[in-house]
């Protein structure tokens, strides 16, 4: 089947969305002339195939359960947020908060991500190739994050069930994170993880894993206790 081609100089965000809604499974889109338009290939539900040719906004591939979305460029904040399943494929750089709240599925940053990457993280896999930025892992629930490069500070911030995997060094980390000892399961985890993003530079047995503490899993309050 030849793929639809979607123009964003010819449509309206809402018009490209509706089309690629439309489409049947194992279906394929171009979206072309995006410069930078936000909201592309949202909330979709079909396993299709979308396929962004050149730089993207905000909110890319977000809230979808399916498709298969990859950007040929650079995108802006939440690149698959809330993500359900599916992939979503970034093959430049990455802005704050890729995989924001993913649940489920994978977000794959060829190059480097910004700041919170992961964010309150609830089971999706976040991939990045490169370096991400401080308070990556912040609040991350469920899931996994390999980083192929550097992390910034406070990684794991308030982490709770999600492993970190770092190939590169770790300015810090956040509050309740710490490194853990690698086991033979981790190992296998990266190599596949490292596999399935098209990662050749991640040695599997040289990467630090970072997980909660549990120190803030529970507290008291006290009656009359001032904070």
């Known amino acids: 089947m030849e793929p639809v081609t979607l ?8 018009e490209i969305n509706a089309t690629l809604a439309a489409l049947p499974d194992s279906a394929r889109a171009r979206i072309l002339e995006p410069w930078g338009r936000h909201n592309l290939a949202v909330g979709l539900t079909n396993r299709i195939m979308v396929e962004i040719e050149g730089n993207a906004g905000y909110f890319i591939g977000g809230l979808c359960d399916g ?5 040929d460029g650079f995108v802006g904040w939440s690149a698959g947020e809330n993500l359900m399943s599916g992939t979503v494929r970034v093959r430049g750089n990455a802005s704050e908060c ?3 709240s993913a649940h489920g599925g994978t977000v794959i940053v060829e ?6 990457a992961g964010i309150s993280l609830k089971g999706g896999t976040v991939l990045v190739g490169g370096d991400v930025g401080h308070m990556s892992g912040f609040m991350a629930q469920a899931g996994v994050i390999l ?3 550097d992390a910034g500070h406070a990684l794991g911030d308030s982490l ?10 770790i300015a810090s980390l956040g509050s309740d994170a710490r490194v853990e000892d ?8 990266v190599k596949r993880l490292a596999d399935q993003a098209g990662f050749d530079h991640i040695d599997p047995e040289n990467v630090t894993r970072v997980a909660s503490a549990r120190r803030l ?3 008291d309050a006290l009656k009359d206790q001032r904070y």
Do not use: K
């Not at 690698?182 to 296998?188: A, M, P, S």
């Open 98 to 100: 890729a995989g924001a």
């Open 111 to 116: 190059g480097d991500a910004s700041s919170r």
């Open 7 to 14: 123009n964003c100089a010819e449509l309206t965000t809402r």
């Open 217 to 219: 899993y529970n507290f």
């Open 147 to 149: 980083v192929g490069g």
């Open 160 to 169: 709770y069930e999600t492993v970190i995997y770092v190939a590169g060094s």
């Open 67 to 71: 498709p298969d979305v990859v950007v």
């Open 182 to 189: 690698l086991t033979d399961d981790d190992v296998l985890t």
